[in-house]
């Protein structure tokens, strides 16, 4: 963050050395490079599926009396079923009616009774089908049995904090053969209650970069730092990876000229570890950088509240909420916690709210931005 004892005579800069140094002076240094991927296709097509040694395979990983060739076989014709069944969008009409197997064709069935919303996703795509050239510094894999795969969850009217562009969530597929039904198991990889006994496979990395190369913005664009009302629209917090109403949330708030893109590699090595991720959710808070603090701060005031509503209309008990800030995203968390009183105000106005010759809406912008009391439930806030 800027010192605030900078002393400098700005009077005979140009406007270009102005905006080069508000720009140094806000700590660019961490800015972020966007995400980058090689592909997001589909996998090739396999030849049938051994369902005899799948069923063997399976039965030996469930009597936990199993040998690592035993799940990179099982694994081999988990992912060959997933090819065929990921070949066409889940509500496209065209869905796979049967598995090709060694011995002809067989009925399938996925049970996704383990998987919240399961009816709204639009998309099914095999994890390791992407390759992430920039923006993740490591592709982190959990080994273990199933095959990782990413379900979409597209942007709905009843699921507001669904960005526009969706949202990738991470699953795992396992396949129960049956003798004339095959079952296409899916689990929620993030769900902190998964209990199996044997180690489920997970990959977070990828449904992380797919989710932000679909939402990367124009914010860290010098257009969004000159002309932040043309972007205030696509302001808003969004969730990264599944709802769950057990966790306690963390919400993430960028710097200046910066994204969402700045948390991800700490996202990624996060969602590694057990312990965080079965106690912590993570949400972003995207915004033009270019608007006055107080309008940003109110702003992310009332994006809290309906995170909040919507997770408490959906299960949550809990209600504390932990905010991470970056440099300006910092001085936002902090008016999270605070108490404004009307020095603020009284600094910049010689008349109250209700004597401004202004309309009723800028009215009410006003009060929001420089009147405000602590979110109770913001339980604690990190500085970066």
Not at 130 to 146: F, N
Request: proline content about 6%.
């Amino acid at each position: 963050m800027a010192s605030s004892h900078t002393c400098m005579t700005v009077n005979h800069l140009k406007p270009k050395h102005l905006l080069w140094l508000f720009l140094l002076l806000s700590g660019l240094g961490a800015c972020s490079s966007n995400v980058r991927l090689a592909s997001t296709g589909t996998a090739i097509f396999p030849t049938g599926i051994d369902l005899q040694a799948a069923s063997e395979a399976f039965l030996r990983i469930k009597s936990t009396n199993y040998s690592k060739e035993d799940i990179e076989s099982y694994n081999c014709e988990v992912r060959n079923a997933m090819v065929q069944i990921t070949q066409f969008p889940l509500k496209s009409g065209g869905v796979r009616k049967k598995l090709h197997t060694r011995d002809g064709k067989i009925d399938y069935q996925i049970d996704h009774s383990e998987i919240r919303s399961f009816e709204q996703f639009d998309r099914l795509v095999i994890a390791d089908t992407i390759t992430v050239l920039a923006g993740i510094e490591k592709k982190l894999d959990i080994k273990g049995v199933g095959i990782p795969i990413m379900g979409r969850l597209p942007h709905s009217p009843d699921d507001s904090l669904i960005p526009e562009t969706g949202l990738w969530v991470p699953l795992t597929a396992l396949l129960e053969p049956g003798k004339e039904c095959a079952t296409i198991r899916l689990l929620d990889t993030n769900n902190p209650y998964l209990r199996e006994s044997f180690p489920v496979a997970a990959n977070f990395t990828a449904p992380l970069a797919r989710d932000l190369l679909d939402r990367q913005k124009e914010f860290e664009s010098a257009k969004a730092l000159l002309n932040y009302e043309k972007f205030a629209p696509n302001m808003g917090i969004t969730r990264i990876f599944g709802f769950h109403p057990d966790k306690t949330p963390v919400v993430f708030v960028h710097g200046v000229f910066s994204s969402t893109n700045t948390w991800v590699n700490m996202i990624n090595q996060m969602m590694i570890d057990p312990e965080i991720r079965n106690r912590f959710e993570f949400w972003a808070f995207e915004f033009p950088t270019g608007a006055p603090i107080p309008y940003l701060a109110q702003n992310l005031r009332k994006e809290v509240v309906a995170m909040q509503e919507f997770r408490k209309a959906n299960g949550a008990k809990d209600e504390s909420v932990i905010v991470i800030g970056h440099s300006m995203g910092g001085l936002m968390a902090k008016m999270l916690t605070q108490q404004s009183g009307s020095a603020q105000w009284d600094s910049l106005f010689a008349v109250a709210p209700e004597n401004l010759d202004v309309s009723e809406h800028e009215r009410e912008t006003l009060r929001e931005m420089f009147f405000f009391e602590p979110l109770p439930y913001v339980k604690r806030v990190v500085f970066l």
